[in-house]
C-alpha cells in the first residue's frame, strides 16, 4: 500500500530526520551505559546483554532511518511513532491530512 504525503511534511521529517536520530542514539547510550554500569553483572554476562542491545538497537536504527525516501516515508512514519522519537509536538507541525492517517492507522 503505497500512501503519499504533502510536500511540506517531506520537507519537515527532512529536516527533522537528524534530531530524531540523535534522540534514539542518545537513548540506546543511556542504555547502553545502564548495562555497563550494573555491578550485579559480570563482564562476560554485560558483554553479551551488549551485544544484545546493540542488535536490537541497529534494527530500530534501520527501520526508523535507512533508506528514507519519499516513496517508502509513511512505512517510517509507523517506526518512528512506535518507538516514540515522531513526538506529538512534531505532529502539530504537519498537515491535518497526515495526522488523520497516523489517528486512523493507530486506532
Do not use: P
Not at 559480570?42 to 536490537?56: A, F, G, N, Q, V
Not at 534494527?59 to 512505512?75: G, P, T
Amino acid at each position: 500500500m503505497t500512501i503519499s504525503i504533502q510536500e511540506s511534511d517531506w520537507k519537515y521529517l527532512r529536516k527533522r530526520e537528524t534530531d530524531m536520530l540523535s534522540m534514539l542514539c542518545g537513548r540506546i547510550n543511556e542504555q547502553s551505559k545502564d548495562i555497563l554500569n550494573d555491578q550485579s553483572e559480570s563482564e562476560h554476562e554485560k558483554y553479551l546483554k551488549m551485544y544484545d542491545h546493540i542488535k536490537k538497537s541497529d534494527k530500530i536504527v534501520a527501520d526508523c532511518f535507512n533508506d528514507w525516501r519519499k516513496s517508502n516515508i509513511w512505512l517510517k512514519i509507523q517506526f518512528l511513532r512506535q518507538h516514540d522519537l515522531l513526538t506529538d509536538e512534531h505532529l502539530n507541525q504537519m498537515s491535518d491530512g497526515i495526522r488523520a492517517l497516523i489517528e486512523h492507522y493507530q486506532s
